[in-house]
């Protein structure tokens, strides 16, 4: 409880220190929808052309769609703002006064900034949910696995965002991870059957950006069966547990400024 | 002239050690450009079921090109006038002899040179990767495809810089370039070859520079269409355009400059 009351206040306050930039937040209104269209536009173009993205009905293929736009979104909204910081207080040695602070550490680490420029991808993602997931007649317990799955693809996506930016404690500048990260997400807006098999794996295993859109829509349509994707919600938790246990874990190695 | 060349040799090699430094994090950079090898993967899937006018070398091959295009082409002169602005570093800037344009631009052309090696290396990979994808193009092909690569560089750099030169208005402009950025994404071929496009959308858009900056190189270096050397045109008409653009906002500009007690 307390915790949720400490997010709000960061955010509150985040967001009215980067409305002082109104011009910004304006122009990415454009962006998220522009890049809403083209991405559409992507999956038109292989459904003009006669594939179907490894026998993924259109508005199905959508709702994949819909999930990786919602994980950018928070990339966007909370990922990159907050743990860029990371590797700047490490280089700067401001990561002591967090440490020092009474609250859990990866706690403020993670919530203290927020993007509002994100925002507008947030709607069009949640937008693009709403209209797949409707075209594709989800039923009703459809409607709820679906929320539940997207609560656990983000948390997955936040999780191992977190993992590779708490490296920074021994590279110091490693802020382009989460570029890396996020530019994966990109590549995983298709469902996972739409790629030749060692992509697959690759995306399954390797990087677990399956988990995070195609998994959530199969549960969601009720095509899980004989897939991977129930293993979703282990994964996110157990990724999650992981950030944890690494992030207490680098920080023993971690030689403040001064010592 | 002289006096600029000397200048420009100093400053490509002092970026050059500063780009060494960073080296992990531009092999990061690196890697979050690898995008183009997952469309590859879906289209080359469509491919062997049948699907597409081409076959799944020809996509290897192709996306092959587009990733070294795009590659060559990433500019981030928004990001650093931006935060020239914001910091006041500009200040320290404005008070050497020299257009500060030319300071990012050896910036970005140090930064090649470390790119270079990578992209040698990601091209060894997958030519073990996908054996027989990659096939010589003939020195013809290969130097006009640079060519329209370093055009399209050019023109990413002109936009960019002219971006970053708004922040002398709205203080905090990348976020404009992100358009360019976006659209750069959809109609420059890295979502499928642009001949697969609607001819509809191949009309509208062919007179902006977003079908040349990357499918003009990719198609004369992979050969899957017959490159249309009108691009260059089409590139260099706006590359005038925003160097225009950009001197008129940096002469305009300097004059609202006024952070850290200038």
Wanted: cysteine-free.
């Amino acid at each position: 409880m307390r915790y949720l009351r400490l997010a709000g206040i960061f955010w509150a306050a985040s967001a009215a220190a980067r409305m002082e930039y109104r011009a910004a937040f304006a122009v990415s209104l454009v962006a998220a929808v522009v890049e809403t269209a083209g991405k559409l536009f992507g999956v038109y173009l292989f459904y003009s052309n006669g594939y179907d993205l490894g026998g993924w009905r259109w508005q199905e293929a959508l709702l994949v769609l819909g999930f990786a736009q919602l994980v950018d979104a928070f990339f966007i909204l909370l990922f990159q703002p907050n743990l860029r910081r990371i590797s700047e207080m490490v280089q700067d040695g401001t990561l002591d006064f967090v440490l020092l602070k009474p609250v859990d550490g990866q706690f403020w680490m993670s919530v203290q900034q927020v993007g509002v420029v994100g925002f507008p991808y947030l709607v069009t993602a949640l937008a693009l949910l709403l209209f797949a997931g409707s075209a594709s007649g989800l039923p009703a317990g459809g409607w709820g696995l679906l929320g539940v799955a997207a609560v656990a693809a983000v948390l997955l996506g936040y999780a191992v965002a977190f993992l590779l930016a708490t490296t920074s404690i021994w590279f110091v500048k490693i802020f382009n991870v989460v570029y890396f990260l996020s530019s994966m997400i990109w590549s995983a807006q298709y469902p996972v059957q739409a790629y030749a098999r060692p992509f697959r794996l690759f995306m399954t295993f390797v990087l677990p950006v399956y988990f995070m859109t195609t998994a959530p829509a199969e549960l969601a349509l009720g095509r899980a069966q004989a897939s991977w994707a129930w293993a979703l919600f282990a994964v996110a938790l157990g990724f999650f547990l992981l950030s944890r246990a690494f992030w207490r874990f680098a920080l023993r190695y971690y030689s403040s400024a001064s010592s | 002239m002289s006096a600029l060349t000397a200048k420009m040799r100093t400053l490509l090699s002092v970026y050059y050690a500063y780009m060494l430094e960073y080296r992990a994090e531009i092999v990061f950079w690196v890697l979050g450009g690898l995008v183009p090898f997952f469309f590859m993967a879906a289209w080359s899937e469509a491919a062997r079921q049948g699907h597409t006018a081409y076959t799944p070398g020809e996509y290897e091959r192709y996306f092959f090109a587009v990733f070294i295009a795009r590659q060559l082409a990433i500019v981030w002169a928004n990001w650093t006038f931006s935060d020239w602005v914001r910091t006041g570093k500009l200040s320290f800037h404005l008070l050497q002899p020299l257009d500060p344009a030319w300071r990012i631009l050896a910036d970005h052309a140090a930064e090649r040179g470390v790119r270079l090696p990578m992209l040698a290396l990601i091209g060894l990979v997958f030519a073990l990767l996908f054996p027989g994808a990659l096939v010589w193009p003939g020195w013809a092909p290969l130097l006009l495809g640079l060519a329209a690569s370093t055009l399209a560089f050019l023109l990413s750099f002109l936009v960019a810089y002219s971006v970053g030169l708004l922040s002398f208005w709205f203080e905090d402009a990348t976020e404009i370039f992100e358009l360019w950025y976006v659209l750069m994404l959809f109609f420059s071929g890295m979502l499928a070859p642009l001949s697969l496009y609607p001819e509809a959308v191949q009309r509208a858009v062919y007179y902006t520079p977003f079908p040349h900056l990357v499918y003009l190189p990719a198609s004369y270096w992979s050969g899957l269409e017959p490159a249309d050397p009108r691009g260059f045109a089409v590139l260099g008409f706006w590359a005038l355009v925003f160097f225009a653009v950009a001197r008129l906002l940096w002469r305009a500009g300097r004059r609202r400059f006024s952070a850290m007690g200038a």
